[in-house]
Nanobody
Framework: LQLQASGGGLVQPRQSLSLSCTASGFNFGDYAIGWFRQAPGKEREGVSVISARGTSTYYLDSVKGRFTISRDNAKNTVYLQMNNLKPDDTAVYFC?????????????????????WGKGTLVTVSS
């Protein structure tokens, strides 16, 4: 089972980046997938999660309205479109499988069980 995040880079504030998480070695369409990030000196935090079929999502409050998660199960890929980036978004971004989610309609209200992690991709937002 492999996950590989890509698409990071150095951008200025208010610019955009699109991250991709490509998976192999398992039934990708059976798993919720999450994006997580870890900034220097801070704990890892969940940024966004998408259900296996893409019908429900979760967003960290600080990224709501700026980030959009999506997936293409035919391509075994999950995307994170990040707009209006801020210096506080600077971090290494990881993707991971999520074993269990709780949903309320289109919202994921709880998630747990991040079993498999890919190598991260660095996002730096700086002027």
């Amino acid at each position: 089972l492999q996950l590989q995040a890509s698409g990071g880079g150095l951008v200025q504030p208010r610019q955009s980046l699109s991250l991709s998480c490509t998976a192999s070695g398992f039934n990708f369409g059976d798993y919720a997938i999450g994006w997580f990030r870890q900034a220097p000196g801070k704990e890892r935090e969940g940024v966004s999660v998408i259900s296996a079929r893409g019908t429900s999502t979760y967003y960290l409050d600080s990224v709501k309205g700026r980030f959009t998660i999506s997936r293409d199960n035919a391509k075994n890929t999950v995307y994170l479109q990040m707009n209006n980036l801020k210096p506080d978004d600077t971090a290494v971004y990881f993707c991971a499988t999520v074993q269990s989610i709780t949903t309320s309609g289109e919202r994921i209200t709880n998630y747990r069980g991040m079993d498999h992690w890919g190598k991260g991709t660095l996002v730096t937002v700086s002027s």
